[in-house]
């Protein structure tokens, strides 16, 4: 059974940190894509970061500088290092795993900024 399960989400005043995890089973993980997209309440889902299966990594404008993306292969996990948070940062961060035309979903993790 092909499993993606985050975590690490939380509340968090402005400019605290948090670290998100997902980690994966079921499927080989050294050999998909990973992404975090994000949904805020009332908002269409926001591509946040990418990392490549030869660990090139992406970010979205409006988190480059503050997060970092990062996996291990070898704990078949990928993470998001998120920094100096904002209110804007507030939504449900999900793990995304693909391959060709195969994907894979977490069922989410809420990230809440506020003070």
């Known amino acids: 059974e092909v499993q993606l399960v985050e975590s690490g989400g939380g509340m968090v005043q402005p400019g605290g940190s948090l670290r998100l995890s997902c980690a994966a089973s079921?499927?080989?993980?050294?050999?998909?894509?990973m992404s975090w997209v994000r949904q805020a309440p009332g908002q269409g889902p926001e591509w946040v970061s990418s990392?490549?299966?030869?660990?090139?990594?992406y970010y979205a404008d409006s988190v480059k500088g503050r997060f970092t993306i990062s996996r291990d292969n070898a704990k078949n996990t990928v993470y998001l290092q998120m920094n100096s948070l904002k209110p804007e940062d507030t939504a449900v961060y999900y793990c995304?795993?693909?391959?060709?035309?195969?994907?894979?979903w977490g069922q989410g993790t809420q990230v809440t900024v506020s003070s």
């Open positions: 995304n795993a693909v391959t060709g035309v195969r994907g894979y």
């Open positions: 079921g499927f080989t993980f050294s050999s998909y894509d």
């Open positions: 990392i490549n299966t030869g660990g090139n990594k």
